[in-house]
């Protein structure tokens, strides 16, 4: 089999977003939960390097943009039914955040929760993102739409630090066939401004989240060679990204509600 030919046999089963996960649906009441996700990041980036090669394309990922398993696990704790905590991994980062607000009980025409949290390459298993991480604030709310169980999502947020970009190339065009699977590879710290559209739905014990949700790099540093080892030097622009997300999870209360 050619290499360009595994590569595309392979790449939706290694593809990572390298996204923070955005809205994790409204608070459910006591209880645990485990969920999952699909996310497809697209963008518009453009990096020269200093030999003159310029590449354009989508860079909100690690390996490829698309990807047929989920991005990450994640787990969710609420003791009580106005303030849960949560915690996930993937392949490139992992973190955590605490949510504090108005449970969606079927009686309730809104729900809505402020979230806090934080990610760390860390927590990761690839080298290349190690050394990002970030730190974000986001308000959601959760207007009923079809009762009892299906409701609007929509959110704001901030969100600062250090985010991971690549976009994979022509390795004919890069002029370097030796590269596993060529790519230009940075970091920078940004500051970016986030939003969400979505719907979202109850069955029972099962729930389902899709959304899209857009970003706006409001402040950027310039790249820099030291961000992490096979980084390179290089001019970068990105302005923006967007994200559809799908997420799947399945809660278990302590009790049934009243």
């Known amino acids: 089999m050619s290499r360009p030919l595994l590569f595309a046999v392979l ?35 453009k990096a020269t390097r200093d030999d003159g090669f310029t590449a354009r394309g989508t860079s909100d990922h690690y390996f490829s943009p698309v990807a047929v398993i989920p991005q990450r696990l994640e787990f969710r704790l609420s003791p009580v039914e106005w303030l849960d905590f949560g915690a996930d991994t993937s392949w490139i980062d992992g973190g955590g955040d605490v ?32 050394h990002t991480g970030s730190g974000w604030a986001r308000v959601e709310a959760y207007p009923l739409l ?25 390795e004919r065009s890069a002029g370097d066939p030796e590269d596993e699977l ?36 409001a402040d950027a540093s310039p790249v820099r060679a030291s961000a992490c080892g096979p980084c390179e030097a290089v001019d970068y622009e990105q302005s923006f990204g967007v994200m559809l997300v799908g997420r799947f999870a399945l809660h278990i209360p302590f009790r049934e509600r009243d």
């Open 11 to 45: 790449l939706p089963l290694f593809g990572c977003a390298a996204v923070p996960p955005g809205p994790r649906g409204p608070l459910l009441g006591n209880g645990v939960q485990v969920a999952t996700d699909f996310v497809l990041p697209l963008s518009a980036a």
């Open 99 to 130: 949510r504090i607000g108005y449970a969606a009980k079927p009686s309730r025409a809104w729900a809505g929760h402020l979230a806090f949290g934080f990610r760390s390459g860390f927590f990761g298993e690839v080298e290349n993102t190690l």
């Open 146 to 170: 079809r009762p009892p169980t299906g409701r609007a999502l929509l959110a704001l947020g901030v969100n600062l630090g250090k985010f991971y970009h690549q976009i994979n190339i022509d």
């Open 182 to 217: 060529p790519a230009i590879e940075v970091m920078r710290r940004e500051l970016r401004l986030e939003a969400a559209l979505g719907y979202f739905v109850q069955q029972h014990r099962g729930s389902m989240l899709l959304a899209i949700e857009p970003y706006l790099v």
